[in-house]
Each structure stands twice: as structure tokens, then as C-alpha cells.
């Protein structure tokens, strides 16, 4: 071969070093990619180039269009990656993958890039200068939170890489929110707390006993109430940490919510609190016996204050479908509103602040609960209509013999 059919050995061994010391440098490997192919193809480009010079070259009509195959080999590499990604050319979007097209439309190809892009924010990356990245809230929908980052590839072509960080965006915002909650609520008791014993203090025998031992008696009740907020903070807290490992200990899940039932048993000549049905199955399941009884005496719990009193709570063990069994709480009381149910496992949420606090809730039960089924491989579900009551059920899938 002659010197100019020769394969660019050098230009291909430079464009690999470069490679290199952009990955050391920490650069993305999805544009060292781009960047690489680019290159590589570009070197190619030159070789057909040189081949058209030589005196046999091919007549017009049959000679490669070089711009088109650096075009195509720049599309292809961004098509290849999984996360959105645009090529822009001057003030034109050329291509955009799948991840992008669905994303921002099918019919980006082709769209001004500040059209496409829409997002004053997005719209401001292109005007600053490669490696320039931004922060774009609501580019998709209300909620989102992209990162945009502009790379160059050389003075004509661009690429816009766009990464969703919604997830950890809602991750820190529930830190955030978390944090907060839990501050205010100890926060209350603790004052209260300080407040009488403040009183006390500065007041010595002036107080005369009635007073001081009602004083002492609301320092004891708001002391218990942060101590069932740590207990409940602690429980969530274990819970997330181990929710991936699902429990192996066979339970008889009839048993176990008798056990519970039992807890709420009325004093000798008192009304019946609890019914229990739980048929003639005795469904076995595998789980975790203490977290299993917490759930359940949490949902009685709730049932009875927040219940009319006047009805007894039943607690009903079915069967379920795909190999499940359910276990049902219901009350009937006030019932809760349809726009508060999505909301109920919610930490700290609460649809009557006042009520709940003054009956001893944390406003964490049921977010405790939503873990417990979670990492035993439920499905809660909660039904309620105002004025005639609520029911609260887990399925939990059956144990294999």
C-alpha cells in the first residue's frame, strides 16, 4: 500500500492516550466515548480523504461523503447510551437518543435547541462555555430536578448530557422534611417540660401541693410522650435498615393475632372491645413475630381511638388471592376524607393534629407499619368513608411447605 492508504496508527495511539488521561482526569466515560469515536472516525475521514487525491480516484458521483460518515458515527455513539443525550450542530439539535426522545418528544431531530429545550435555565447552558453545568427544576414535569451538562466535541458539535436527579432530590427533601418533624414534635413536650418545672422551681413552696403535683403530672405525661417518640423513631430506624432482609421464621399467623387481641381484652364485666374471626384456615407465613404483633396492635390501637366507642373493633383473618392471607382491622367511626388516605403512611401526618396528639399518637404508627409489610413482601391497603368507618388490611403471601 502507499503511504497514504496507510492506517493512521499514530493519530489512532494519540487519540487512546488522550482517552486515558480524560478518564484519570475524572471525566465522564460516556463523553470520553463520544469524544473517542469522534475522533477515531475523524482519523478515517482524513485517510479516505487522502485515498480521493490519488490519480485513480473514484468519478464524483461514487465518493463518500465524509461529513455524513462523522455525522452518523456521532449519532450512533449517542444513540448507544442509556442515558439522554443530545448532539447539537451550531443551533440545531442532530440527533438524540431513545433516553432523550423520550423525554423531551419524539420529534426533537431537527427542533432549535432552545426550542426543544424549552427551560430558561436549560435554555442559559448553551450560551456558557464547555464543561458548564446547570440545574433545571421542572424541565419535564412539575416535580423533576435535571442536571445539564454541555460538552464539546469540536467548533461546531456539542453534547448535552442530561441526568434525572429526582430520586435523590426527593430523598434529601424527605431528609430535609424528616429532620424538621421530628425537631418540632420533641421540641413541644420538651418545652412544656422546661415550662412547669421552671415554675416550680421559681416558685418553691408557693405552690401549694394540688397545684405542684398537677404540674408534675403533665412533666410526667409530655416526658412519656417523647419517650413513645424515641421508641418510634428508633423502630423506623430499624426498620429501614434491615427492609431488605426478608424474615425466614414460620408463624402461625392465627395464633399470633390472638395474642394480640388478648392485650385488649375488657376488664371482668366489661364490654367486649375486640372480636376476633379468623375461619377455619390456619395460614402460616414467614416473618418476624415481634414486628407482625406490633403491626397489628398498632391498627387496633387506632381503631379504638379513633372509633365511635360504642362499636367493637373486628379483626378478620381470610384468605386471599396468589397465595396470600389477609388480615383485616375495621372501626366505625368518623372515617377520614379521601385526600388524606394516599397520605396516611406518611411520617409525622396527621388529619387531625389536636385529636392525635391529645390521644398519644406519634403521627410515625403507620409509617412503621408500611415498613413492617414492605420487608415482609405485603400489600396494606387502607378503605374509609366518612361516617361509616375505616378498614385497614395487609396481605402478606403465605409461607411454602
Given at each position: 500500500m502507499?503511504?497514504n492508504r496507510q492506517?493512521p496508527?499514530?493519530?489512532?495511539?494519540?487519540?487512546?492516550l488522550?482517552?486515558i488521561?480524560?478518564?484519570?482526569?475524572?471525566?465522564?466515560l460516556?463523553?470520553?466515548?463520544?469524544v473517542?469515536g469522534v475522533w477515531?472516525?475523524?482519523l478515517?475521514?482524513?485517510?479516505l480523504?487522502?485515498m480521493?487525491?490519488?490519480?485513480a480516484r473514484?468519478?464524483?458521483?461514487?465518493?463518500?461523503?465524509l461529513?455524513?460518515?462523522?455525522?452518523?458515527a456521532?449519532?450512533a455513539?449517542?444513540?448507544?447510551v442509556?442515558?439522554?443525550m443530545?448532539?447539537?450542530?451550531?443551533?440545531?439539535i442532530?440527533?438524540?437518543?431513545?433516553?432523550?426522545?423520550?423525554?423531551l418528544?419524539k420529534?426533537?431531530?431537527?427542533q432549535?435547541t432552545?426550542?426543544a429545550l424549552r427551560?430558561?435555565?436549560a435554555?442559559?447552558?448553551?450560551?456558557q462555555?464547555?464543561?458548564s453545568?446547570?440545574?433545571?427544576?421542572?424541565?419535564?414535569?412539575?416535580?423533576s430536578?435535571?442536571h445539564?451538562?454541555r460538552?464539546?466535541i469540536?467548533?461546531?458539535y456539542?453534547?448535552?448530557?442530561?441526568?434525572?436527579r429526582t430520586?435523590?432530590?426527593?430523598?434529601?427533601r424527605?431528609?430535609?422534611?424528616?429532620?424538621?418533624?421530628?425537631?418540632?414534635e420533641?421540641?413541644?413536650?420538651?418545652?412544656?417540660?422546661?415550662?412547669?418545672?421552671?415554675?416550680?422551681?421559681?416558685?418553691?413552696?408557693k405552690?401549694?401541693?394540688?397545684l405542684?403535683?398537677?404540674f408534675?403530672?403533665?412533666v410526667?405525661?409530655?416526658?412519656?410522650?417523647m419517650?413513645?417518640?424515641?421508641?418510634?423513631?428508633m423502630?423506623?430506624?430499624?426498620l429501614?435498615a434491615?427492609?431488605?432482609?426478608?424474615?425466614?421464621?414460620?408463624i402461625?399467623l392465627?395464633?399470633?393475632?390472638?395474642?394480640?387481641v388478648?392485650?385488649f381484652?375488657p376488664?371482668?364485666g366489661?364490654a367486649?372491645?375486640?372480636?376476633?374471626?379468623?375461619?377455619?384456615?390456619?395460614?402460616?407465613?414467614r416473618?418476624?413475630?415481634?414486628q407482625?404483633e406490633q403491626?397489628l396492635?398498632?391498627?387496633?390501637?387506632n381503631?379504638?381511638?379513633?372509633?365511635?366507642?360504642?362499636?367493637?373493633?373486628?379483626?378478620v383473618?381470610k384468605p386471599?388471592?396468589?397465595?396470600?392471607?389477609?388480615v383485616?382491622?375495621t372501626?366505625t367511626?368518623a372515617?377520614?376524607?379521601?385526600e388524606h388516605?394516599?397520605?396516611?403512611?406518611?411520617?409525622?401526618?396527621?388529619?387531625?393534629?389536636?385529636?392525635?396528639r391529645a390521644a398519644?399518637?406519634?403521627?410515625?404508627?403507620?409509617?412503621?407499619?408500611?415498613?413492617?409489610?414492605?420487608?415482609h413482601r405485603?400489600?396494606l391497603?387502607?378503605?374509609?368513608k366518612?361516617?361509616v368507618?375505616?378498614?385497614v388490611?395487609?396481605?402478606?403471601?403465605?409461607?411454602?411447605?
Open positions: 502507499s503511504g492506517i496508527w499514530a493519530g489512532m495511539l494519540l487519540a487512546l488522550t482517552s488521561c480524560l478518564v484519570w482526569a475524572s471525566v465522564s460516556l463523553i470520553v466515548a463520544v473517542a477515531f472516525f475523524s478515517w475521514a482524513d485517510r480523504r487522502s480521493e487525491e490519488e490519480p473514484q468519478p464524483i458521483s461514487e465518493r463518500p461523503d461529513d455524513a460518515i462523522a455525522r452518523n456521532m449519532e455513539t449517542v444513540e448507544s442509556s442515558i439522554p443530545i448532539l447539537t450542530d451550531e443551533t440545531r442532530r440527533a438524540a437518543n431513545a433516553a432523550a426522545r423520550a423525554v418528544g420529534h426533537l431531530v431537527g432549535d432552545r426550542i427551560h430558561p435555565d435554555i442559559r447552558l448553551l450560551d462555555p464547555d464543561g453545568t446547570v440545574t433545571v427544576p421542572a424541565l419535564t414535569v412539575s416535580d430536578v435535571w445539564l451538562t460538552h464539546g469540536d467548533a461546531r456539542r453534547v448535552i448530557e442530561m441526568r434525572d430520586a435523590e432530590a426527593d430523598i434529601s424527605a431528609h430535609t422534611d424528616f429532620v424538621a418533624n421530628a425537631s418540632h420533641l421540641r413541644t413536650p420538651l418545652s412544656s417540660i422546661i415550662g412547669y418545672v421552671e415554675t416550680l422551681s421559681d416558685a418553691g413552696d405552690v401549694d401541693g394540688a405542684t403535683q398537677r408534675l403530672g403533665t410526667l405525661r409530655e416526658a412519656r410522650r419517650q413513645t417518640l424515641l421508641a418510634d423513631l423502630s423506623l430506624s430499624q429501614e434491615e427492609k431488605h432482609d426478608l424474615p425466614e421464621t414460620r402461625e392465627p395464633q399470633l393475632a390472638q395474642r394480640v388478648r392485650e381484652a376488664a371482668p366489661g367486649i372491645r375486640v372480636e376476633f374471626e379468623k375461619g377455619e384456615d390456619a395460614p402460616v407465613v416473618g418476624d413475630a415481634k407482625l403491626l396492635r398498632n391498627f387496633i390501637d381503631a379504638l381511638k379513633y372509633g365511635d366507642g360504642e362499636t367493637p373493633v373486628r379483626v383473618l386471599a388471592p396468589r397465595n396470600m392471607t389477609e383485616s382491622v372501626d367511626g372515617g377520614i376524607a379521601p388516605l394516599p397520605h396516611l403512611t406518611r411520617r409525622f401526618y396527621r388529619t387531625d393534629p389536636g385529636r392525635s398519644g399518637g406519634t403521627g410515625l404508627g403507620l409509617a412503621i407499619c408500611k415498613h413492617i409489610v414492605e420487608r405485603g400489600r391497603d387502607i378503605a374509609s366518612l361516617g368507618g375505616t378498614t388490611s395487609v396481605r402478606l403471601p403465605l409461607a411454602a411447605d
